[in-house]
């Protein structure tokens, strides 16, 4: 299986521009998460979804910030304009159960820096 | 106070030794806990979960503490390639199973 794949690896990118992230989940994994991992405040929750559909986006820092997953076998992460501040690097990870969080498994990571 | 609290470290280890530290965490009401393991620059990667009896593979040892509401890894015979950052997780079952990361134990292990 080739694990969680995310794409780009790497983002340089001026305030005000759009990103997108994109996330393609293992396949038959029924929940797909975004995170956001920054040296002050660590490993964060964005959002997950469960079968495609959106099930907590408390995490979702602002308005800036959308996902979307239109299949099982894909999803976006958004930001729309982005800053500086968005900068760190932003992890997909899915799993096949809810209930079997710890086999949560993570990609490589998307490294974002905004100037 | 944060959710799940972790020393940062570093905790610097001589090759051989052993090492332990600790996680604590906020809301007596959190239901699993899990030790998870991230290399620099690489995604975190499940190393093992915490049961209530305590739990050991190979040389590393988890235990929990409810009453101090707390959780802890040991290694033991510490190899080189321990050296990581350690992430210990928390779920709570009430809020929709979302885990909850602390921010990491950095663990240099030195020949």
């Known amino acids: 299986d080739a694990g969680v794949i995310q794409s780009p690896r790497h983002e340089v990118t001026e305030m005000g521009q759009e990103v997108t992230l994109r996330c393609k989940p293992i396949s038959g994994h029924d929940y797909l998460f975004w995170y956001r991992q920054t040296m002050m405040r660590g490993l964060e929750l964005l959002i997950y979804f469960n079968n495609n559909v959106p099930i907590d986006d408390s995490g979702m820092p602002e308005d800036r910030f959308s996902a979307k997953m239109p299949n099982a076998s894909f999803s976006t992460l958004k930001i729309q304009p982005s800053e500086p501040r968005d900068s760190a690097v932003y992890f997909c990870?899915?799993?096949?159960?809810?209930?079997?969080?710890?086999?949560?498994?993570f990609g490589p990571g998307t490294r974002l820096t905004v100037l | 106070r944060k959710e799940v609290e972790q020393d940062p470290g570093p905790f610097n280890v001589p090759e051989g030794a052993t090492v332990a530290f600790n996680c604590t965490y906020s809301n007596s009401a959190s239901q699993s806990f899990f030790w998870y393991r991230q290399d620099c620059r690489k995604e975190p990667k499940l190393l093992m979960s915490?049961?209530?009896s305590g739990n050991e593979d190979g040389r590393f040892t988890a235990q929990l503490n409810r009453a101090s509401q707390y959780i802890s890894l040991l290694i033991r015979d510490s190899k080189l390639s321990d050296s990581a950052t350690y992430l210990c997780v928390v779920i709570l079952k009430a809020a929709g199973n979302k885990l909850t990361f602390g921010g990491g134990t950095r663990v240099l292990v030195k020949p």
């Open positions: 990870a899915s799993s096949l159960e809810r209930e079997s969080t710890d086999t949560q498994y």
């Open positions: 915490v049961y209530s």
